[in-house]
C-alpha cells in the first residue's frame, strides 16, 4: 500500500477513533513523522512527550479565564488541585494527583493514545464498593461509568478490536472481546443489571 | 519448602534482621520449581498499581501525606484478611541489607529500597531512604506483596510458581476487592484507576511471565521472539537489569499496554495466544539441540555441574550462569540428582545480600566469592545425598 502522499511505501497503519468514527491512516516514515505520529507504538512515554507534547492549537484550559485572545499553551495548563503544570508532567513523566487526569484530559488523550495502542478508554474491572454506591442514588451511575459519549466511544473501540480479531481468525478473543462488550452494553442502562464483569458477589 | 512453620511469633521491631531470615527459612512458594510447564516457566506474576482518592500521588505527596498513607494502609492492610499470616515491614526501620535482600527475593523494587519514586527523577520530589514507606508480604509462601508509597501508593502483587497467570488474576482480584471495600480508590470513567505515571492507567495491571529459555536464547531465535511480542504490545525483558544483557537465560514477557484492555482480555493474549507459543518454540528447540548436538549439550550441562560442586571461588554473574545451565540440565533429565527447588533456591542464595545473611556477616567481595563456592558445594552435596 502506498502512503497517502504518493511516493513512499506505506509502513505505518493507525486508526484514531474520533468520536466514535473510525479513520485510517496509511503513511510513509517520513510523513508519520511529520504528522507527529510516533513510527514505534511502544515508545515510552517520556519520548513521547518530548515528540508530542508541543504546545497544541486551542484547547480548553482548566484554570484560569475562558476564551482568552491568545489561547493559552497546553505547557501552561495547571492542576488547580495540586498545583501540576503540564510542563512539569512532561519533565516528570508523573502526574501530581487523580484530578490532574481532568485538568490535562485534553493533552493527555492523544499521547495516552499512542502509548496504548490506539485505546482512548477503559475498559475492564470497575471499583465494586463505588459502583455499589452508584446504584444507591447518591452518586449517579454516569459518574463511574463516564457519559453516554464515552461508553459509546468505548463500545466503538471493543467493535473495532472484534473486527480486528475476527480478521486475523482469533476467533476465541473475538469471542472474549464480545463477552467483554455485552457486559458494557448491559451495565450502564440498567443500573440493576449484573455488574460489568461476572466476578462473584463478595 | 520446609515442613509447616512453627507457630510464627511476631519479629521484635528491634530486631529487624529477624524479619529477612524469617523469609529465607520459610521460603517462596515461587521457587518451587512445580506447576504447569514448569520446565520452561519459572514463575507468573500479576501486579496492580493503585492509588488511595483524597491523597496526591508521590510525585506531590509530602512527608506528612506519606507517613499517613503509610499509617492508613498498615491498618486497613492488617485488617482485610489477605494472607495467613501478613508481614508488615516498615522499610526505614530495616537495614540497607535486609533491603537488598527483599530485593533479591522480588518482594520490592530498587528503587522502593532507595526510597526512590519509581524510575522516575521528579524534580523537587522527596526522595531518600528515610521516605516513609512500607511493603506488606503473604506468609507463608511470598505470593502476596504490596509495596505502600512506591511510584504508586500501592502496588499489589501475586506470584506463583510455574505458568499459573489464571490463578495468579483470581487471587489479586479477591485481594483487591478486600482491599478495595476499605479504602477508596482513585479512579476515573474515562480512565480507570489513576496511576501517577500514564503507562500504567486504565486496570493498573501487569502480567509478566519467568521464562527460561536456554535453547532459543542459544539459536538466537529469542530476537524472533522478541518481535512477536513486541507486535503484541508485549515487552520481553532480561531477569536481572534493564536493558544489560540478561543473565543466565532468564527472560520475562510482560504487558505493556493498561488501557483499552480488560484484564481478561489481556490474559487472554499472553495464556492462550503467545506464551504457549514460546513454550513451544523452546520446547522443540531444545528437542532439535539434543539430536542435532546432544553430546555439546551434555558437556554444558555436566561441566556447569562440575564447577559448582568444585569451584573454590564464584562470582555472583559466573554462579547464575552456571545454575541456568544446570536448571537446562535438570529440565532435561541430564541431571538427576538434583531438583528444581534446589536450583531456583541456589539462585537466590548466591547473590550478595542474600549469602551475607545466611553466613551472618557483611563480607567483601573477595570473601562472598570464597563463602559462595562453598554454599554451593554445600547445598548441591546435601541435594546429591538426600537423593541417593
Ligand atoms: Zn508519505
Ligand atoms: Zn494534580
Redesign the interface.
Given at each position: 500500500m502506498k502512503c497517502a502522499c504518493g511516493k513512499n511505501e506505506a509502513t505505518i497503519h493507525e486508526i484514531v477513533v474520533v468520536n466514535g468514527i473510525v479513520q485510517e491512516k496509511h503513511l510513509c516514515p517520513e510523513c508519520a513523522e511529520s504528522e507527529g505520529i510516533s513510527p514505534d507504538p511502544h515508545a515510552n512515554i517520556a519520548s513521547l512527550l518530548a515528540k508530542h507534547a508541543q504546545p497544541a492549537p486551542a484547547g480548553p484550559s482548566v484554570s484560569g479565564p475562558v476564551a482568552p485572545r491568545r489561547p493559552p499553551s497546553v505547557r501552561s495548563v495547571r492542576c488547580s488541585a495540586c498545583g501540576t503544570t503540564f510542563s512539569q508532567f512532561k519533565n516528570e513523566g508523573l502526574l501530581g494527583c487523580a484530578d490532574c487526569y481532568k485538568a490535562f484530559e485534553f493533552p493527555l488523550g492523544p499521547l495516552l493514545e499512542r502509548a496504548h495502542d490506539g485505546a482512548t478508554h477503559h475498559v475492564g474491572k470497575i471499583p465494586r464498593r463505588a459502583l455499589a454506591a452508584s446504584r444507591g442514588g447518591d452518586r449517579p451511575i454516569e459518574a463511574l461509568l463516564g457519559s453516554l459519549e464515552e461508553r459509546a466511544e468505548r463500545l466503538a473501540t471493543l467493535r473495532k478490536q472484534i473486527a480486528e480479531a475476527v480478521a486475523a481468525e482469533h476467533y476465541e478473543r473475538a469471542a472474549r472481546l464480545r463477552d467483554e462488550l455485552r457486559s458494557l452494553g448491559s451495565a450502564p442502562s440498567s443500573p440493576g443489571a449484573d455488574l460489568p464483569e461476572d466476578r462473584p458477589e463478595a | 519448602m520446609n515442613e509447616k512453620p512453627r507457630q510464627p511469633a511476631e519479629p521484635d521491631p528491634n530486631q529487624p534482621g529477624q524479619t529477612a531470615l524469617e523469609l529465607i527459612n520459610t521460603g517462596a512458594e515461587w521457587l518451587r520449581g512445580t506447576g504447569r510447564a514448569c520446565d520452561v516457566v519459572v514463575s507468573s506474576r500479576v501486579r496492580l498499581a493503585r492509588?488511595l482518592?483524597g491523597?496526591?500521588?508521590?510525585?506531590?505527596a509530602s512527608r506528612v501525606d506519606r507517613q499517613q498513607i503509610v499509617d492508613l494502609c498498615h491498618h486497613k492492610l492488617m485488617e482485610a484478611e489477605l494472607a495467613d499470616r501478613l508481614l508488615w515491614i516498615d522499610l526505614r526501620e530495616v537495614s540497607r541489607l535486609d533491603r537488598n535482600l527483599l530485593v533479591e527475593r522480588h518482594l520490592i523494587s530498587q528503587a522502593h529500597a532507595r526510597g526512590k519514586?519509581?524510575n522516575?527523577?521528579?524534580?523537587g520530589?522527596r526522595t531518600g531512604e528515610d521516605e516513609p514507606r512500607a511493603v506488606a508480604v503473604g506468609l507463608p509462601g511470598e505470593r502476596l506483596s504490596i509495596m505502600v508509597n512506591e511510584?504508586d501508593h500501592l502496588r499489589i502483587q501475586v506470584v506463583k510458581s510455574g505458568f499459573a497467570l489464571a490463578e495468579a488474576l483470581t487471587e489479586i482480584?479477591t485481594i483487591?476487592?478486600?482491599i478495595?471495600?476499605r479504602a477508596?480508590?482513585?479512579?476515573?470513567?474515562?480512565?480507570?484507576?489513576?496511576t501517577?505515571?500514564?503507562?500504567n492507567?486504565?486496570?493498573g495491571?501487569r502480567f509478566g511471565v519467568m521464562l527460561h529459555l536456554p535453547a532459543l536464547k542459544l539459536t538466537g531465535d529469542i530476537e524472533k521472539v522478541t518481535r512477536a511480542a513486541?507486535d503484541m504490545?508485549l515487552?520481553v525483558r532480561g531477569f536481572y537489569g534493564e536493558g544489560s544483557e540478561p543473565l543466565g537465560d532468564f527472560f520475562q514477557i510482560s504487558n505493556?499496554?493498561?488501557?483499552?484492555?480488560?484484564?481478561?482480555?489481556l490474559l487472554?493474549?499472553l495464556e492462550?495466544?503467545i506464551i504457549p507459543k514460546v513454550i513451544e518454540y523452546e520446547r522443540v528447540s531444545r528437542r532439535q539441540l539434543v539430536e542435532r548436538r546432544g553430546e555439546a549439550i551434555a558437556d554444558q550441562v555436566h561441566r556447569a555441574m562440575g564447577v559448582l560442586t568444585h569451584a573454590r571461588l564464584l562470582a555472583t554473574d559466573e554462579a547464575t550462569r552456571l545454575l541456568s545451565q544446570l536448571r537446562l540440565g535438570v529440565a532435561m533429565g541430564l541431571i538427576e540428582k538434583v531438583d528444581q527447588q534446589v536450583v531456583h533456591n541456589l539462585m537466590l542464595l548466591v547473590q550478595p545480600a542474600h549469602l551475607q545473611r545466611a553466613s551472618g556477616r557483611n563480607m567483601t567481595q573477595a570473601e562472598r566469592r570464597i563463602a559462595r563456592a562453598e554454599l554451593v558445594r554445600n547445598r548441591l552435596a546435601e541435594a546429591v545425598t538426600r537423593r541417593a
Open positions: - | 492509588n482518592a491523597f496526591p500521588f508521590m510525585p506531590r519514586i519509581g522516575h527523577s521528579v524534580t520530589g511510584e482480584d483487591d476487592d478486600r478495595e471495600a477508596d480508590y482513585a479512579f476515573h470513567p474515562r480512565f480507570g484507576y489513576l501517577a505515571c500514564p503507562t492507567v486504565g486496570t495491571i513486541n504490545s515487552a505493556q499496554t493498561t488501557l483499552g484492555k480488560s484484564e481478561r482480555v487472554h493474549d492462550h495466544e
